[in-house]
T-cell receptor
Framework: DAGVIQSPRHEVTEMGQEVTLRCKPI?????LFWYRQTMMRGLELLIY????????DSGMPEDRFSAKMPNASFSTLKIQPSEPRDSAVYFCASRGAGQATNEKLFFGSGTQLSVL | GESVGLHLPTLSVQEGDNSIINCAYSNSASDYFIWYKQESGKGPQFIIDIRSNMDKRQGQRVTVLLNKTVKHLSLQIAATQPGDSAVYFCAENKPNSGYALNFGKGTSLLVTP
């Protein structure tokens, strides 16, 4: 299995530009999570989906952030417009349908976002 | 507030020694705990987990201990190796949010020769 695949690995953009991060979960997994990691705040949950439906988006910082999961094998996290304080590593994680609801997540390698 | 936190931000141990990384949690409703290892430039990698109906669980060279009385979790690594150098995170299931994991800030483990 290829694991959770995220793209791009690195993104450098200018303030005000739109940024789209992509994630392909592990095949057969039915839950998908977006986390943001910074030195100051650690790993923060932004949003998660179950069977392609957003369940909890209380961690999304503001309306500039949006996430979609059009099908079981693809999700996007979009920031529009981006700001320097959005600079962080963004991780996608997935969890299998056969697991209990409180079992381990499998993480991708992350997208390092720098907003100048 | 309810949070997961770590006692030591950095830990330095000599190769071959045992390591103990500690974690405190404040939510008594949490019923599942997990440790992840994160190497530089990579995503968190699962190490070991434990449910609240247990107080100890062992894996290969790793042991997790759970003390619900004092809301404390620890990760023990036996015979620490240079490859164990990484940041270690504890996490708990996040109540009232469909069991999404809530992570602590992490402890950096440095293994010296």
């Amino acid at each position: 299995d290829a694991g959770v695949i995220q793209s791009p690995r690195h993104e450098v953009t200018e303030m005000g530009q739109e940024v789209t991060l992509r994630c392909k979960p592990i095949s057969g997994h039915n839950s998908l999570f977006w986390y943001r990691q910074t030195m100051m705040r650690g790993l923060e949950l932004l949003i998660y989906f179950n069977n392609n439906v957003p369940i909890d988006d209380s961690g999304m910082p503001e309306d500039r952030f949006s996430a979609k999961m059009p099908n079981a094998s693809f999700s996007t996290l979009k920031i529009q417009p981006s700001e320097p304080r959005d600079s962080a590593v963004y991780f996608c994680a997935s969890r299998g349908a056969g697991q209990a609801t409180n079992e381990k997540l499998f993480f991708g390698s992350g997208t390092q976002l720098s907003v100048l | 507030g309810e949070s997961v936190g770590l006692h030591l931000p950095t830990l330095s141990v000599q190769e071959g020694d045992n390591s103990i990384i500690n974690c405190a949690y404040s939510n008594s409703a949490s019923d599942y705990f997990i440790w992840y290892k994160q190497e530089s430039g990579k995503g968190p990698q699962f190490i070991i987990d434990i449910r609240s109906n247990m107080d100890k669980r062992q894996g290969q060279r790793v042991t997790v201990l759970l003390n619900k009385t004092v809301k404390h979790l620890s990760l023990q690594i036996a015979a620490t190796q240079p490859g164990d150098s990484a940041v270690y995170f504890c996490a708990e299931n996040k109540p009232n949010s469909g069991y999404a994991l809530n992570f602590g800030k992490g402890t950096s483990l440095l293994v010296t020769p």
